[in-house]
């Protein structure tokens, strides 16, 4: 039987298929919603779901012998062309899977990765998914190949298979190596943007899959990018300037969002597309507050933000949809994570108190200290005016000492030949951490950068 494995999922008919493991808490109420959903957003059509608890997976087949036996009568009987897995498939059992059911089976993890490559548009996120997709297909080559093996030709000889396997292995990692130093590159060319820009605060927006960020970041900065009720509508970080009341212009960037059990190899490739938010001041997680499954979606954003090893920056949770919210599922989220703000991106409700609370976050970044320079440093005045508040200047012969109040960031960018800085220690007696290793000042106006090019 020849599967063709080439081919997207666009276009076919589906049957979703889950395992549920006792280790595995199920996310809503409906187990394969989720999958059924990345279908959709893959451009299938699901026709069947098969369900089924088991206490393990089976070795060959994943499903029970019995189960097997239905899921290749429920395929037959609803004309499906593909059968996908909620859980992930070894390439063996993926392999045993087609022979039973007779034809093509995909896991979860390459239905993600299906949906990505049809996504991605910048050249970075088609980097990314390339990586990912052929880390995912280097161990599953073999089973493209098993059918040629059968022409071996006599004891030792290699057979065309195993040759023809092993060029496209050494190709295979050839391309990945390639990726990876291209991928590294558009890393610290990113790494270098962001942080050239940082003389605005910043806030990223994350959160799982279609939370509502793209349409939250449209509503607060009146832009028009691209959000829809699809999974993973968002795979490009976009970057706009915000104009949060009572503060002023702060950027705020979009990013793809996130899904349980995230493909490692997926979030490595999305290194990139993550720096925004590894930068950023603080995070706005966007949590859909009308799912069933809220909760293990917020918690799901968590592991992949200490996956990605930004688990600590501030973030400030937002309840979104509190429009087709449920009252009391509501009561329960708020309570459950106290310092959340619910609103609606559709209706717009609660968006004032949430620039409140974003003002307040960004605020608490800030320290109060004594900056000591010469009197001729008008740079350094200068830039201490425009990223804080200037509280007094006391003179002396030739040197100004002002006392002020500004982000920590901006402090520790302060080189030490330059100035000195003094952070005042705070009435109750915390101590405000040192300045981190000082970088040169740098006056890149956002405007000017070429990433930024969605910036009004
Ligand atoms: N009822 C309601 N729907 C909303 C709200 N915010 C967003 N939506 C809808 O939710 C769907 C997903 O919105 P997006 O903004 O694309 O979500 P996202 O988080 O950017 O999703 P990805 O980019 O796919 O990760 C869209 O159909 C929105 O119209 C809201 O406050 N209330
Ligand atoms: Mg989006």
């Given at each position: 039987m020849e599967i063709d494995r080439k081919q997207g999922v666009a276009s076919e008919t589906a049957v979703v298929v889950g395992v549920h493991l006792p280790e595995h808490p199920t996310l809503a109420e409906e187990p394969l919603d989720e999958l059924a959903g990345l279908v959709e957003s893959a451009g299938a059509e699901v026709v069947g779901r098969l369900y089924q608890r088991r206490e393990t997976p089976d070795m060959?087949?994943?499903?029970?012998k019995g189960k097997l036996g239905e899921l290749k009568q429920l395929v037959e009987a609803s004309e499906a062309d593909i059968v996908v897995f909620d859980n992930d498939l070894s390439p063996a059992q993926i392999r045993n899977l087609e022979e039973g059911v007779g034809v093509k089976v995909l896991d979860r993890t390459e239905l993600i990765l299906d949906i990505f490559s049809t996504r991605a548009q910048t050249h970075e996120a088609r980097l990314a998914v390339e990586l990912a997709q052929l880390e995912y297909s280097l161990p599953r080559l073999k089973r493209m190949w098993t059918h040629l093996s059968r022409l071996k030709m006599g004891v030792g000889m290699r057979g065309p298979g195993e040759k023809q396997l092993e060029t496209d292995r050494r190709l295979v990692e050839k391309r990945i190596s390639d990726l990876k130093r291209e991928l590294d590159k558009v890393l610290h060319r990113k790494e270098r943007e962001v942080a050239a820009r940082s003389d605005r605060m910043t806030v990223s927006l994350v959160g799982y899959t279609n939370a509502g960020k793209s349409t939250l970041l449209n509503r607060l900065t009146a832009s028009d990018v691209y959000a829809k009720?699809?999974?993973?509508?968002?795979?490009d970080t976009r970057t706009r300037r915000w104009q949060l009341p009572d503060w002023g212009p702060v950027l705020i960037s979009d990013t793809v969002g996130f899904i349980r059990d995230l493909p490692h190899r997926l979030i490595a490739s999305f290194k990139a597309t993550l720096e925004e938010a590894r930068q950023a001041?603080?995070?706005?997680?966007?949590?859909?507050?009308?799912?069933?499954a809220a909760i293990d979606q917020i918690r799901a954003v968590y592991d992949v933000l200490a996956e990605i090893g930004i688990e600590q920056k501030d973030t400030l949770l937002i309840l979104n949809k509190a429009d087709t919210a449920d009252d009391a599922q509501l009561t329960v989220l708020e309570r459950r994570y106290p310092g959340s703000v619910r609103v609606s991106?559709?209706?717009?409700?609660?968006l004032d108190r949430l620039c409140l609370a974003v003002s307040d976050a960004l605020s608490a970044g800030f320290i109060e200290a004594d900056v000591e320079t010469s009197i001729g440093n008008g740079r350094l005045l200068a830039y201490l005016a425009k990223h804080g508040e200037i509280l007094s200047r006391t003179f002396t012969e030739d040197r100004v000492v002002v006392h002020c109040r500004a982000p920590q960031k901006y402090l520790g960018r302060i080189a030490p030949e330059e100035a000195e800085v003094r952070p005042r220690v705070r009435d109750h007696g915390h101590h405000p951490a040192p300045a981190p290793s000082p970088a040169p000042l740098s006056e890149g106006p956002i405007d000017r950068d070429p990433s930024l090019e969605d910036v009004a």
């Amino acid at each position: 039987m020849e599967i063709d494995r080439k081919q997207g999922v666009a276009s076919e008919t589906a049957v979703v298929v889950g395992v549920h493991l006792p280790e595995h808490p199920t996310l809503a109420e409906e187990p394969l919603d989720e999958l059924a959903g990345l279908v959709e957003s893959a451009g299938a059509e699901v026709v069947g779901r098969l369900y089924q608890r088991r206490e393990t997976p089976d070795m060959t087949t994943y499903i029970g012998k019995g189960k097997l036996g239905e899921l290749k009568q429920l395929v037959e009987a609803s004309e499906a062309d593909i059968v996908v897995f909620d859980n992930d498939l070894s390439p063996a059992q993926i392999r045993n899977l087609e022979e039973g059911v007779g034809v093509k089976v995909l896991d979860r993890t390459e239905l993600i990765l299906d949906i990505f490559s049809t996504r991605a548009q910048t050249h970075e996120a088609r980097l990314a998914v390339e990586l990912a997709q052929l880390e995912y297909s280097l161990p599953r080559l073999k089973r493209m190949w098993t059918h040629l093996s059968r022409l071996k030709m006599g004891v030792g000889m290699r057979g065309p298979g195993e040759k023809q396997l092993e060029t496209d292995r050494r190709l295979v990692e050839k391309r990945i190596s390639d990726l990876k130093r291209e991928l590294d590159k558009v890393l610290h060319r990113k790494e270098r943007e962001v942080a050239a820009r940082s003389d605005r605060m910043t806030v990223s927006l994350v959160g799982y899959t279609n939370a509502g960020k793209s349409t939250l970041l449209n509503r607060l900065t009146a832009s028009d990018v691209y959000a829809k009720d699809q999974l993973f509508a968002t795979l490009d970080t976009r970057t706009r300037r915000w104009q949060l009341p009572d503060w002023g212009p702060v950027l705020i960037s979009d990013t793809v969002g996130f899904i349980r059990d995230l493909p490692h190899r997926l979030i490595a490739s999305f290194k990139a597309t993550l720096e925004e938010a590894r930068q950023a001041d603080l995070l706005l997680h966007v949590a859909d507050a009308s799912s069933t499954a809220a909760i293990d979606q917020i918690r799901a954003v968590y592991d992949v933000l200490a996956e990605i090893g930004i688990e600590q920056k501030d973030t400030l949770l937002i309840l979104n949809k509190a429009d087709t919210a449920d009252d009391a599922q509501l009561t329960v989220l708020e309570r459950r994570y106290p310092g959340s703000v619910r609103v609606s991106a559709r209706t717009g409700a609660g968006l004032d108190r949430l620039c409140l609370a974003v003002s307040d976050a960004l605020s608490a970044g800030f320290i109060e200290a004594d900056v000591e320079t010469s009197i001729g440093n008008g740079r350094l005045l200068a830039y201490l005016a425009k990223h804080g508040e200037i509280l007094s200047r006391t003179f002396t012969e030739d040197r100004v000492v002002v006392h002020c109040r500004a982000p920590q960031k901006y402090l520790g960018r302060i080189a030490p030949e330059e100035a000195e800085v003094r952070p005042r220690v705070r009435d109750h007696g915390h101590h405000p951490a040192p300045a981190p290793s000082p970088a040169p000042l740098s006056e890149g106006p956002i405007d000017r950068d070429p990433s930024l090019e969605d910036v009004a």
